[in-house]
């Protein structure tokens, strides 16, 4: 009888510290979250701006052009490797 009692009792007391720790570290990690999510994702977009706009400073390539370049470069190493 007295090892039921105990056993019910350290039940008792282990879920109710399970439940206001849970619920402690719950508020806490929501807090945080709440605070360092947006700041993330405006430091993010603002580097991701600063690259865009150093970026459009530089003269833009043709897609064709390259294409074009590409399909030579793969020509010429055909015949470099060619035997026949």
Same mark, same amino acid.
């Given at each position: 009888?007295? !090892?039921?009692? @105990? #056993?019910?009792?350290?039940?008792?007391?282990? &879920?109710?510290?399970?439940?206001? &720790?849970? /619920?402690?570290?719950?508020? %806490?990690? #929501?807090?945080? %979250?709440? &605070?360092? #999510?947006?700041?993330?994702? @405006? &430091?993010?977009? /603002?580097?991701? @701006?600063?690259? $865009?706009?150093?970026?459009?400073? =530089? =003269?833009?390539?043709?897609?064709? $052009?390259?294409?074009?370049?590409?399909?030579?470069? !793969?020509?010429?190493? @055909? !015949? $470099?490797? $060619?035997? /026949?």
């Amino acid at each position: 009888m007295i !090892k039921a009692l @105990y #056993f019910i009792l350290s039940l008792i007391a282990g &879920l109710t510290v399970g439940v206001i &720790l849970a /619920v402690f570290l719950a508020i %806490t990690v #929501f807090f945080q %979250t709440l &605070l360092t #999510f947006p700041v993330s994702v @405006y &430091l993010k977009s /603002v580097s991701n @701006y600063e690259n $865009d706009s150093q970026g459009a400073s =530089k =003269k833009p390539v043709d897609i064709w $052009d390259r294409h074009i370049a590409r399909m030579n470069k !793969k020509k010429q190493q @055909y !015949k $470099d490797h $060619d035997p /026949v």
